[in-house]
C-alpha cells in the first residue's frame, strides 16, 4: 500500500503541486553510544493536540458513510482493489466509533486520491467545525480547493482560518503564497 500511495503521489507530483497534509511523527535515530553517556539526556516530548470533538452550537451531521466510490480509469484493477479495501476498512472503523477523527482524516485522504473531491471536502468541513482548533482540515481544503475545484476565494478563507486559529501554521502561508503567485 505505501509503494502504491508513493507511486502515485510521485507520479502526480510533477503535473500538480499538491500535498495531502497529514499529521506525522518524527523518528529520531539514538545510538548506543549516546544512551551510555551521562552527559545526554534523551526523552520523549509529548506533541500536545487535542483532537477530540467539540461540541458546537452549530447543527452538523456527520457525512454520509454509504457513499458511492467510484475509481477513474487511470488506477488498474489492483490499485482498485487495495483502496477500495482501505476505504471499507476506514468505514467500518468509523461506524464502531464515530468520533475517530483521524480515521475521519485518513478517509478524507482516500477520497482525494480517487479524485472524490466532494466526498473529501465534506469530511474536511465537518472536521472544521467538530475540531475547530485543529487546522489540517484547513490545509488539505486550501490544497483542493485551490488545485483541483479551482475555487480560488474558498481556498484563500480556508488558509486565512488557519492562520486565524494558529499563526504558526507554515503550510497556510505557503498556500497563500502558491495561491496569490
Not at 507530483?13 to 499529521?23: F, G, L, N, Q, R
Not at 473529501?120 to 475540531?131: F, S
Not at 476565494?153 to 497556510?172: F, L, W
Request: aromatic content about 12%; glycine content about 4%.
Amino acid at each position: 500500500v505505501l509503494g502504491f500511495l508513493g507511486w502515485y503521489i510521485y507520479t502526480n507530483s510533477s503535473s500538480t503541486p499538491d500535498e495531502i497534509v497529514t499529521d506525522t511523527a518524527v523518528d529520531v535515530e539514538v545510538s548506543i553510544e549516546d544512551e551510555e553517556r551521562e552527559d545526554v539526556v534523551i526523552e520523549e516530548i509529548p506533541v500536545e493536540i487535542d483532537l477530540t470533538p467539540k461540541t458546537t452550537s452549530q447543527a452538523i451531521t456527520a457525512p454520509d458513510l454509504d457513499r458511492a466510490v467510484t475509481f477513474p480509469e487511470r488506477f488498474n484493477e489492483e490499485a482498485q482493489a487495495i483502496l477500495s479495501n482501505n476505504i471499507k476498512t476506514l468505514i467500518s472503523q468509523l461506524k464502531e466509533d464515530p468520533n475517530a477523527v483521524f480515521v475521519w482524516f485518513d478517509l478524507a485522504n482516500q477520497y482525494k486520491i480517487i479524485d472524490d473531491f466532494e466526498g473529501a471536502v465534506e469530511i474536511w468541513e465537518y472536521l472544521r467545525v467538530v475540531v475547530p482548533e485543529n487546522t489540517l482540515s484547513h490545509l488539505n481544503l486550501g490544497n483542493v480547493y485551490h488545485y483541483h475545484l479551482k475555487e480560488y476565494e474558498k481556498s484563500e478563507d480556508v488558509y486565512r482560518d488557519a492562520i486565524t486559529i494558529n499563526n504558526q501554521t507554515e503550510g497556510a502561508y505557503t498556500g497563500l503564497y502558491e495561491l496569490y503567485k
